[in-house]
Structures are given as C-alpha cells and as structure tokens.
Nanobody, 123 residues
C-alpha cells in the first residue's frame, strides 16, 4: 500500500486546515488508519485514528475537540480536519495504515506510512 498525504501548509493560529491521505489500492479500506506528527527534535507522536468502518475514532488529548478524523472508503481516502490550530501543532503530519481493522496510538500497530506533509502554524 502506498499513501500520499497532502493539504499541509502555513496557517495563522486559530485557523484551519484539512489534510488528506489517499491510499494506492483498496486494501486500506479494510484497515484502520492513523495520523501521527513529528516536530523538529521530537519523537513522532500519535494524533488520532479511525477504524476501518469509520465508526470508531480516538484522539490524543492534545488535539481532542479540535481535530476530526474521517474516511471515505469509496475514495480510499482518510481526512484530518484541524481547527483552532496552535503554534504547537506545527509538525510534519504522517498518515499510516494499521495492521487490522482497529488501531490505537502504538506505532508498531501500523504497517505502512505516507511521506508526510508539513503543517506550520504561526502565532
């Protein structure tokens, strides 16, 4: 499975962005998907995940209430809607395909990763 993340950019604090992650083939529609991010000098951290049907989501506490994950299996695409962005949200954002239909925050549970898209939030 190949993943292509897009939608990153530069935005002012309080603004919004929507990231997209397109999978190369329908295999991903049977698997959970996740979003992670990595800021300079920091470990890659979990942002959120969505189950294969889209009926279960989980989020890191730092983004809960501001970010929303959704998916369109007909388009093999997962989205990350980011609202009320803060400078501390600045990072490279990665999407990933989980090994099964449900996933959590553990990176080892993901078997394929996209190339990342830069999100920069100015104060």
């Amino acid at each position: 499975v190949q993943l292509q993340a897009s939608g990153g950019g530069l935005v002012q604090a309080g603004g919004s962005l929507r990231l997209s992650c397109a999978a190369s083939r329908r295999t991903a529609s049977n698997n959970a998907m996740g979003w992670f991010r990595q800021a300079p000098g920091k470990e890659r951290e979990f942002v959120g995940s969505i189950s294969w049907r889209g009926d279960r989501t989980s989020y890191a506490d730092s983004v809960k209430g501001r970010f929303t994950i959704s998916r369109d299996n007909a388009k093999d695409t997962v989205y990350l809607q980011m609202n009320s962005l803060k400078p501390e949200d600045t990072a490279v954002y990665y999407c990933a395909v989980a090994a099964g239909p449900y996933s959590g925050s553990d990176r080892s549970g993901y078997r394929a990763w996209g190339q990342g898209t830069q999100v920069t939030v100015s104060s």
